[in-house]
């Protein structure tokens, strides 16, 4: 549509007069999807879950200045045109009234109980070789869908075909004048009684009611029609039945009708998502691909994944070729974010924002598909038979037969970013990434990190700054629990020791003797009331005199470690711990003229003393996603523990389950076997219904004596299948939830899912 916004003031019938000469091509009633938005005209719709008007300011500073609404507001902006009227709803009906009366084209309209979408979609497919249609988008079929579906008419349209719905009385009486069909579709009607209808000859007038003033009206034939049928389900048949009528009421020959409908199969199973790894959906039509085929699969792909990333696995197309204008077209409608290409042929033209790579043969393409990340992608296959890209779908659906930890690196940069904006920017950040980064994988965090650009590394053992140096991690590294018999590898792997005891210390003095090594930089560590590793005060005057008597190493840093930091009940002990810090610690730094650096803060301690940062802080937990601060911290988890389904079984009331026999079924119960148990990281005695797990967002107890592998749960009220994955914690249980079910603490809950699972990770 294409009006100044005074044709929109009369044509939503209002007396409105604007100086704006502004021209008017699209309508919203959603802030979100404003997009051209000077073109624009926003209707400040008013539901029970939304009310337009408190967007309308917003939607000023994005520069859409015309506005139809019923309210008062108080908004500020230059140019505006705000057009007044007693409901924003029925003013856009209006205006889709009057916009149609413009056409004089043949419109279909389609209303039912069932199938009117489905018979939409067909219709559109079977006559878009002859004609240029404007549809209604997905199922717009209600009060405010049909008005959008009718403004989407333009001049260049040949036909229309709308679909109506309602749910009470009285409500077709506003979409007929806006659908204004010539030719109606009755769909089939549902026997039931519906809530908002006195009977069902009541619901049938109603309905019916679309279709006055049309000349002909199509209904679901009480004798099978003499066609050769590409279905053989009653519904599909009845749905294609109208189809064929309706060609019938166009002109169209039996000879035209019978080659067409047989496509419709494609369409059927194009309607058939599934749902493939890593949450993608795929849309599998891998069985034939024409132009118009492959135009209608992007159209509805195009509905569906508005805001979702999207690919497109394609082979040659045998009538055509990928250099087609038309097709190209097409493709390009849906900015994919990638276009796999199998056959000889070149696709080129597309955006250049798109990734498109080319194969000559489908095994090629499955050899290399692993590379691609799928992750909430839209996956669209579409392919000649000879292709056979069912292959391809079959992969993608497939979906992991195991536990898996998912590690989200996006939320671990978010958290990172977090804590950096909460220390001084002159304070200097160590991560801790010991036992295995919080069990969250092995040099994927690190590696992260490093570009991040933190400055140091704690890790435990030796063994663990050796596999990370090994893993190509540059970043300075200090070892809390570097035992003698690797002091000869901390040096070869500039590892760079915590220094607790005299007797450490000259250990590791002879080891850099026996190197020939000088100022190796140490990390000496105090007693400030942990009471574990670390120098005593009266200890220090002799640590001093040692260490000014040895040039082989100097003080990098000397810190200390909270016991309490998350607990406010300690503060004055944590208070006198950190003083203690700060007496301590000034003795060493004075005793020697260069700098050296204080750190005493782990997450907790970030988030509760701040004032004490010194010259670094040393993050742990808080990154991994626990959060020990506010409630309204915005930290994250990053990761969350998932297994599947592998076997169900129905049991009777009385049989028991698993080792011990400690749960017996108390009625019939059906039961999951999950491949994860005591030995990956899922304590014992979470068995026997103490915890639950989820499955498709609802709760599962487990039930019987958790095995070393396996655990099972119940999921009686479910309706479940292998495959289907089920969530230790993520999103619904948290790592906090499993802690206090095992009467431990998150941070023994993630070390302690063990290597055997698979650690996943991605970026959203
Ligand atoms: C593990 C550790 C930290 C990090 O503690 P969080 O509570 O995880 O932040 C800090 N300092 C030392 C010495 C540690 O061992």
């Known amino acids: 549509m294409n009006y100044s916004v005074n044709e929109i003031a009369k044509l939503v019938e209002v007396d409105y007069t604007s100086p704006s000469v502004q021209i008017i091509s699209h309508v919203s009633v959603d802030s979100r999807s404003v997009q051209n938005t000077s073109n624009s005209v926003f209707f400040a719709l008013v539901t029970n879950k939304r009310n337009g008007h408190e967007f309308i300011q917003d939607l000023i500073d994005r520069g859409v200045n015309t506005f139809v609404i019923s309210e008062d507001i108080k908004v500020v902006g230059d140019n505006l045109s705000i057009i007044r009227v007693s409901n924003t709803l029925e003013a856009l009906q209006r205006l889709a009234a009057n916009h149609r009366k413009k056409f004089n084209i043949p419109v279909i309209g389609i209303t039912g109980s069932y199938g009117k979408t489905i018979v939409k979609e067909w219709l559109y497919q079977l006559l878009s070789p002859d004609y240029t249609i404007c549809r209604s988008p997905k199922s717009f079929n209600s009060q405010l869908g049909v008005p959008l579906s009718v403004l989407l008419l333009e001049p260049n349209h040949t036909l229309g075909i709308f679909e109506a719905g309602v749910s009470e009385s009285g409500e077709m009486k506003k979409l007929q004048p806006i659908i204004q069909p010539n030719i109606g579709v009755l769909t089939k009607m549902g026997e039931a009684h519906e809530s908002g209808f006195d009977s069902f000859n009541q619901k049938l007038e109603e309905k019916k009611s679309l279709f006055i003033g049309c000349e002909t009206i199509i209904e679901i034939p009480e004798n099978k029609l003499d066609y050769s049928f590409p279905f053989s389900d009653t519904t599909s048949i009845e749905n294609c039945s109208l189809c064929i009528m309706m060609m019938e009421a166009l002109g169209y020959d039996k000879a035209i009708i019978q080659e067409r409908i047989k496509s419709l199969s494609s369409l059927a199973l194009r309607l058939e998502m599934k749902n493939g790894k890593e949450n993608s959906v795929i849309i599998n039509d891998g069985y034939n691909i024409s132009y118009s085929s492959l135009a209608l699969s992007i159209s509805y792909l195009n509905q569906l994944a508005t805001s979702f990333p999207k690919t497109l696995i394609i082979s040659q197309i045998p009538e055509t070729s990928l250099d087609d204008e038309r097709v190209i077209q097409h493709i390009r409608s849906s900015d994919f974010d990638r276009v796999l290409v199998v056959g000889d042929q070149v696709l080129k033209g597309i955006s250049t924002d798109t990734d498109i790579h080319h194969y000559s043969t489908t095994e090629e393409l499955l050899n290399e598909l692993s590379q691609f990340d799928f992750r909430n992608h839209y996956v669209l296959i579409k392919g000649a038979r000879k292709f056979r890209l069912e292959r391809v779908a079959h992969v993608l659906e497939q979906k992991n037969h195991r536990t898996q930890l998912e590690v989200n690196l996006n939320q671990l940069s978010r958290n990172l970013k977090i804590y950096k904006e909460k220390i001084k920017p002159t304070t200097k950040l160590m991560v801790m990434v010991k036992a ?236 999951a076997m999950i491949p994860i148990g005591y030995s990956d990281g899922l304590r014992r005695s979470l068995g026997n219904r103490n915890f639950s797990v989820y499955l498709k967002q609802q709760k599962c107890n487990i039930v019987g004596n958790v095995c070393m592998d396996i655990c099972m749960i119940d999921i009686s009220s479910l309706d479940a299948n292998v495959g289907d994955e089920i969530e230790i914690f993520g999103d619904n249980n948290s790592v906090e939830d499993v802690a206090e079910a095992m009467g431990t603490i998150p941070y023994e809950v993630l070390t302690s899912i063990s290597q055997r699972v698979k650690r996943v990770f991605f970026k959203d």
């Open 436 to 671: 295995f980064s919080y069990g969250s994988g092995s040099a994927e965090i690190p590696r992260l990190l490093e570009i991040e650009g933190v400055d140091y590394l704690g890790v435990a053992y030796a063994d663990e700054g050796i596999a990370l140096r090994d893993a190509g991690i540059t970043l300075p590294m200090m070892v809390m629990n570097p035992e003698p018999g690797t002091f000869s590898d901390l040096i070869k792997y500039k590892l760079e020791p915590e220094i607790y005891s005299l007797h450490e210390l000259d250990e590791f003095v002879k080891e850099l003797i026996v190197a020939d090594i000088k100022e190796y930089p140490i990390h000496i560590k105090l007693e400030t009331g942990m009471n574990r590793l670390g120098f005593l005060s009266e200890e220090l005057p002799k640590l001093i005199q040692y260490l000014k008597s040895q040039p082989e190493v100097y003080i990098k840093t000397v810190f200390s470690h909270l016991s309490s930091a998350d607990d406010l009940n300690e503060k004055e002990y944590t208070l006198n711990q950190l003083a203690k810090f700060q007496e301590y610690s000034s003795i060493l730094t004075s005793a020697f003229n260069y700098s050296i650096d204080k750190h005493v803060l782990n997450t907790a301690g970030i988030e509760n003393y701040g004032d004490y940062q010194y010259d670094m802080v040393r993050l742990g937990i808080g990154l991994y996603g626990i959060n020990v601060g506010d409630t309204d911290s915005e930290i994250k988890p990053i990761s969350k523990l998932k297994s599947v389904i592998i076997q169900t079984k129905k049991l009777n009331k009385g049989d028991s389950i698993g080792y011990g026999r400690n749960t017996r079924a108390d009625k019939e119960m059906t039961i």
